[in-house]
């Protein structure tokens, strides 16, 4: 993500989302044995060992070093041929260097009735290792993968789920239609490929515990929001708020798990701060998509810092993420 928010601007739309509103979303306890659970130590313990690699063996993905946005390129590749996927690898240039989208899909029969994207940039900015922003999505989206994988032969779904890793949304390349999403979203709109919502992973792995330490951003600080940063955001455009809601509320089968549901007018243009990722370029083009994050600068006082290291994650809250995407995606019976 990165921050670029315009405060006047903001301030003369308090009434317009105030009509709109935003919902706290409590969990709904009694019903999370309806849909299969996941081993959440098991799960955790995976997610550490992708932070380590990300992070640590590989270490800054900038555009400025190429090398390891290759490494990661050929881990991303290497997890889902290892889970017996089949991966895409939708190459293109930035300037002189050659990058990619890496693209696998999970269907569960010859004819599904419904097909979702989950995606997530696998790039760092410059001078950081990138373990919340976005070495902490890649790691979730792998693992809802293997759970996706797990589930195929047991449940009877009627979906399929596009898993796409981002090559570029970091600056200098943010903005530009060199981001990997935006090359995505052209090339998926020129095809009319089927697309029925699209779930954004970033920043998803930062939670604060104290009162006050959550922030937002304006007027969304003034109407009740929770103070502890121990919640997951969703957050969709007006053209999405269905599927905004159907998530919610499949989300709310994990007990564990607090959601803020976020839903904004105009694609998001009148609150730039939640247009800063990947869902934004599908917005552009028309398709339903949603932001699930921990709310980035908000909350996470390392963003974009040398200090956004992977020991200062909360592995149990994104297993917790893992297995709510699964539930998601098993309630497509």
């Known amino acids: 993500m990165f921050k670029n928010c315009d405060e006047l601007a903001l301030k003369r739309v308090l009434i317009i989302f105030v009509f709109f509103g935003f919902a706290f979303i409590q969990p709904d306890i009694t019903s999370a044995i309806e849909y299969p659970m996941i081993d959440k130590q098991k799960t955790a313990r995976r997610l550490y060992r992708h932070l380590e690699v990300l992070t640590k063996e590989i270490g800054e993905r900038s555009i400025y070093r190429s090398e390891n946005l290759k490494k990661t390129e050929a881990y991303i590749k290497n997890f889902y041929r290892d889970i017996g996927q089949t991966v895409r690898i939708e190459e293109y240039l930035y300037h002189d260097l050659k990058v990619a989208n890496i693209v696998t899909e999970i269907q569960f029969g010859p004819t599904p009735a419904k097909r979702f994207i989950l995606g997530a940039h696998y790039d760092s900015v410059a001078g950081t290792v990138g373990a919340d922003d976005n070495a902490s999505a890649i790691a979730v989206q792998l693992e809802t993968a293997r759970q996706l994988k797990k589930l195929k032969g047991h449940l009877n779904l009627n979906i399929s789920v596009c898993l796409v890793s981002f090559a570029l949304e970091e600056p200098p390349v943010y903005g530009t239609r060199f981001m990997g999403s935006r090359v995505y979203t052209r090339k998926a709109k020129r095809e009319k ?130 297995e709510s995407l699964s539930v998601f995606f098993s309630s497509h019976q």
């Not at 937002?216 to 929001?225: A, C, K, V, W």
């Not at 105009?266 to 370029?281: C, E, K, Q, V, Y």
């Open 193 to 322: 490929e089927k697309i029925d919502g699209m779930i954004c992973l970033e920043m998803v792995g930062y939670t604060c515990r104290q009162t006050g330490c959550q922030d937002y951003p304006f007027p969304l600080s003034y109407m009740g929001y929770p103070e502890k940063g121990d919640f997951i955001g969703i957050v969709g455009n007006f053209g999405s708020r269905k599927f905004t809601r159907s998530l919610t509320q499949a989300f709310e089968k994990n007990s564990q798990l607090p959601v803020v549901k976020l839903t904004v007018p105009f694609n998001g243009w009148i609150m730039p701060s939640i247009r800063l990722s990947d869902h934004a370029s599908f917005w552009d083009q028309g398709f339903k998509a949603v932001m699930i994050t921990d709310s980035a600068f908000y909350r996470n006082p390392h963003y974009h810092l040398l200090s956004d290291s992977m020991e200062k994650l909360d592995y149990q809250f994104m297993a917790e993420l893992v």
